[in-house]
C-alpha cells in the first residue's frame, strides 16, 4: 500500500493548533504561546509532543482534566526562588510563565529557580532551556508524569518519564540542548508507533512477568492498567545501568514535588478513586543560570563551542561517517521541515479532522 504521509506546512499547522485552542476556551494569548511551544517540537522532529499530542489536549480540556483559564499564583518567592501553584491551568502557558520568571531572577541576582505544583503536560522539556538560552543564559527544566516506568527490579509503573532538559548558547548556529527521557522511550514514542502501525522494540517495555512487551497498542493499554512499564535508561537490572536511570528519574520527581508540596507517584494518574478523571496535578522545577554572573558571553560560548567541536571530531567507530552532539539534528530537522512541512500520517489526519470537524474550523483546506 502506498504511504499516504502528506506534509503540511509547519505555519498552517501552528495556526490550527492556536484555533483549536482557542475553540476549547483558552485566550488567544495563551494558545499562541501555547501552539509556538508545541510546533516547536514538530520543528525539531519531535513527532509524539506537537500536533501528534493536540488531541489529548482538545480530550482533557474537554474533559475539565486541564483548565483553558490558567491562574499562575506565585505562593512563596526569594530574590532566586518562587513556589507556583497552577491551579490544573495549560501547562504550556504554565512552564512559559515560570521559566520567564526564573530567567528575571537569575538576570537580578545571577541564578533563579521556579518550582511548580498542580500544572498540567507542558509538551517538550526542550522549549523551556531554550527561552533562557536566548536571553544568554544556561536554562534547566524538569517535570514528572503519570506513573509509567517501574524501578529497577520492579515491574510496577511507579515513576514519570520525568524527562531532563539542558540548554546553554554556543558560538555555533544552534545551541547545545540536551533533553531526554529518564526511561528508555517515553509513552509519546509508543503512541507514535502506534498510530504508525508499528511494533516497539523489545527492551523498551516489561509486563508483569518480567518478559519484554513489543505490541505498541497493548502496551498503552497496559499503561493504564499497571500490567505494562516502561524501563528506565540502562534497561531492565543493574548490568547496563538500568539503575542510574532509575535514580535519575527519582531526582526530577524529587524536584518536580517535594519542593513545592506537590504531588507524586501515584497522585500523577489523572483518575480519582472512584475511577472518574480528575486533574494531573503535575509538578515542574525550572532554573535560570546567568552566565555573565561568572564569566563573560562570548567567551562561555567559545569554550562551550571548543568542547562541542572536539567531541565531533573525535575517532569515529568504523562504518559511521559523522558524530553529533546535543541539538544538532534538531536544528537540522528544523531546517528541512521548514522547507518541507511536518509530515501527518493517516491516524493522525483522522484526529486532526475530528477536530476540525467539531470546533468548526472550515478556514483550513488539508489535503486529507
Given at each position: 500500500m502506498a504511504d499516504q504521509t502528506c506534509y503540511i506546512a509547519w505555519d498552517v499547522l501552528r495556526s490550527f493548533m492556536r484555533d483549536v485552542l482557542v475553540g476549547c476556551g483558552v485566550p488567544a494569548e495563551d494558545a499562541e504561546i501555547s501552539a509556538d511551544i508545541l510546533i516547536a517540537s514538530d520543528l525539531r522532529g519531535i513527532e509524539s509532543h506537537g500536533i501528534g499530542r493536540l488531541k489529548m489536549y482538545y480530550d482533557?480540556?474537554?474533559?475539565?482534566?486541564?483548565l483553558p483559564v490558567t491562574r499562575f499564583e506565585i505562593v512563596r518567592e526569594s530574590p532566586a526562588t518562587a513556589t507556583?501553584?497552577?491551579?490544573h491551568g495549560v501547562g504550556m502557558v504554565v512552564g512559559y510563565r515560570a521559566m520567564k520568571l526564573a530567567i528575571e531572577k537569575a538576570r537580578s541576582v545571577g541564578m533563579g529557580s521556579v518550582a511548580v505544583r498542580n500544572s498540567t503536560h507542558f509538551g517538550i522539556d526542550g522549549y523551556y532551556p531554550l527561552m533562557a538560552v536566548q536571553e544568554g543564559m544556561i536554562g534547566m527544566s524538569f517535570t514528572n508524569a503519570r506513573p509509567s516506568i517501574a524501578p529497577t527490579f520492579g515491574v510496577q509503573p511507579m515513576l514519570g518519564t520525568n524527562p531532563i532538559a539542558f540548554g546553554c548558547p554556543t558560538d555555533e548556529p544552534f545551541p547545545f540542548l540536551f533533553d531526554a527521557a529518564t526511561s528508555i522511550t517515553q509513552r509519546g514514542k509508543i503512541e507514535t508507533l502506534e498510530r504508525k502501525e508499528l511494533p516497539t522494540p523489545a527492551g523498551w517495555v516489561i509486563g508483569q512477568d518480567g518478559n519484554f512487551l513489543t505490541d505498541s497498542s497493548a502496551i498503552l493499554t497496559g499503561l493504564t492498567k499497571e500490567t505494562a512499564a516502561l524501563l528506565p535508561l540502562g534497561g531492565a537490572g543493574e548490568e547496563l545501568g538500568g539503575h542510574k536511570g532509575y535514580g535519575?528519574?527519582?531526582?526530577?520527581?524529587?524536584?518536580?514535588?517535594?519542593?513545592?508540596?506537590?504531588?507524586?507517584?501515584?497522585?500523577?494518574?489523572?483518575?480519582?478513586?472512584?475511577?472518574?478523571?480528575?486533574?494531573?496535578?503535575?509538578?515542574?522545577?525550572?532554573?535560570?543560570?546567568?552566565?555573565?554572573?561568572?564569566?563573560?558571553?562570548?567567551?562561555?560560548?567559545?569554550?562551550?563551542?571548543?568542547?562541542?567541536?572536539e567531541l565531533r571530531a573525535s575517532r569515529k567507530a568504523p562504518g559511521q561517517t559523522r558524530i553529533y552532539t546535543a541539538g544538532e539534528k534538531e536544528y537540522e530537522n528544523e531546517?528541512?521541515?521548514?522547507?518541507?512541512g511536518v509530515p501527518i500520517v493517516p491516524n493522525l489526519q483522522k484526529e486532526i479532522k475530528i477536530m476540525q470537524h467539531e470546533l468548526g474550523l472550515t478556514q483550513y483546506q488539508f489535503p486529507f
Open positions: 482533557r480540556l474537554k474533559s475539565g482534566q486541564h507556583v501553584d497552577a491551579h535519575l528519574a527519582t531526582m526530577v520527581e524529587i524536584l518536580s514535588s517535594a519542593l513545592q508540596s506537590g504531588a507524586f507517584l501515584y497522585q500523577l494518574t489523572g483518575v480519582a478513586p472512584d475511577g472518574s478523571k480528575t486533574h494531573f496535578r503535575v509538578g515542574h522545577f525550572f532554573m535560570a543560570i546567568n552566565i555573565e554572573s561568572f564569566v563573560p558571553l562570548e567567551e562561555f560560548k567559545h569554550n562551550v563551542g571548543e568542547i562541542l567541536r531546517q528541512r521541515v521548514r522547507r518541507e
